[in-house]
């Protein structure tokens, strides 16, 4: 019985995934969880396992191919059964076609990842061979892209889309409004005066950037790519406000090293991390609104907290998601959070490990910045930066001490959250930090 290889879904707003490198050729043999291909995604860069033990019969999309997720990418069969001929794969090659075997079935387009539409009336003047219709194009773009077509007035039919069958992808909706192509005159009781005020405008391409002496120039990796898709998108969705806190850690490094032997000893490292986000959790079940995300013109107010970790790699910046980390006491969370970060800097997380976050964590101090400024993470609506943790001379009780200090940095979407209450939550956080109750290490 043969089994079906999908692309999978590596986030919640991600709608498709970039072949990056086959690691088996059609007609190997493959173990159950053994890595199969490579893929990228604005998300994650990551080994993807394959399904059931056999041999691989088909590949279907070549490396280099962008295929929308659940589409079936390769087919594995029991061990004898024969190889069919597939697109040729390769580790950076350019998407290739094979010519079909006289015995293998044509080659069919990947399926959009579209609820199935009832059949329509037989059309007056069906679309000609080849051509797809403007509503065929708004059906099958994914939830993310018709999200961003509503935001910005866009008539998804008119857009040619470059995925499958003709499938409009993020990429083609954001080039399309970033190059100021004209949009569909929206009904004048759904859109009115103020919403068209308040529409962004769209962004100029960039002139040509003229290439100097010396230069090197070299072509975006792909997850780079698509890191920057998500962050113009980010800053295009979300009004960014920061608040900036100095807080004390004092208490937190004698705590921490108090403890961090007996942490040692079962396999956890016990870092300022730790810490912060136990105390980061803790409020967040006090100010849900930091916990919520905006779908349209309701608020998701998030029945737990999933807690993104920004893990920087080489190749950009990945965020495996702790799910329902304020159910977990410090020992658990700190575990939890090496986890996923050793994982993600292996490329061994799982598809469902980097998506449902409801706040992130990301830690610019590492490098030894004082603070930073973070994107956040949609569709989030805040994110915290820890800058470098540090003692330094610090005014006490008019008096000028020593103390281990740092900043903290939210990042919050003004659309949803005021600047009072992320103060507040702040402050809180801060609060908490500074006087951390030791009997929770």
């Known amino acids: 019985m043969a089994t079906e290889v999908v692309m999978p879904q590596m986030g919640e707003s991600i709608a498709e995934g970039t072949i990056t490198k086959w690691l088996v050729k059609v007609g190997e043999k493959v173990e159950r969880d053994q890595p199969l291909f490579e893929i990228s995604t604005d998300k994650v860069d990551a080994e993807i396992p394959s399904p059931a033990a056999g041999v691989l019969l088909a590949i279907h999309n070549a490396a280099g191919e962008t295929v929308p997720v659940n589409s079936v990418v390769a087919t594995i069969g029991v061990a004898g059964a024969k190889p069919v001929a597939t697109a040729a794969p390769g580790a950076d090659a350019a998407p290739a076609v094979a010519a079909p075997a006289a015995s293998a079935p044509p080659a069919a387009t990947p399926p959009p990842i579209t609820a199935p539409v009832a059949a329509a009336a037989p059309a007056a003047s069906p679309p000609a061979a080849g051509q797809v219709s403007a509503e065929s194009r708004a059906q099958r773009s994914s939830p993310l892209v018709r999200r961003i077509a509503k935001e910005h007035g866009v008539d998804i039919g008119q857009i040619d889309g470059s995925g499958a069958g003709g499938r409009v992808t993020k990429h083609d909706i954001l080039d399309f409004i970033e190059k100021g192509s004209p949009v569909a005159a929206a009904p ?254």
């Open 188 to 441: 004048a009781a759904a859109v009115g005066a103020a919403a068209a005020a308040q529409a962004p405008a769209a962004m100029k391409p960039a002139a040509p950037v003229a290439r100097l002496a010396g230069d090197r120039v070299e072509a975006m990796s792909v997850m780079r790519k698509k890191i920057a898709e998500h962050m113009v998108f980010s800053k295009h969705t979300s009004a960014h406000v920061y608040s900036v806190f100095e807080v004390n850690y004092t208490r937190v490094d004698g705590i921490r090293k108090a403890k961090k032997a007996d942490y040692e000893r079962q396999g956890v490292k016990l870092t300022f991390t730790s810490f912060i986000a136990k105390a980061a959790v803790d409020c967040l079940r006090r100010h849900s609104v930091i916990n919520a995300s905006i779908d349209g013109d309701s608020v998701i107010y998030r029945g737990s907290v999933n807690l993104g970790i920004a893990v920087a790699l080489e190749a950009g910046l990945i965020v495996p998601v702790v799910k329902a980390a304020d159910e977990k006491n410090i020992l658990g969370l700190s575990r939890a959070i090496a986890d996923v970060a050793d994982r993600a800097r292996a490329r061994k997380l799982n598809p469902d490990e980097v998506q449902g976050g409801t706040f992130t964590i990301t830690n610019p101090g590492t490098f030894g910045a004082q603070f930073g400024l973070p994107v956040i993470n949609q569709p989030q609506v805040a994110i915290l930066g820890v800058g470098t943790i540090e003692k330094r001379p610090v005014v006490i009780d008019d008096m000028i001490g020593i103390r281990t200090m740092g900043y903290l940095t939210l990042g919050y979407d003004h659309r949803l959250v005021d600047g009072a209450v992320a103060d507040q939550f702040m402050a809180e956080l801060k609060a908490q930090i500074e006087n951390f109750d030791a009997s929770q290490v």
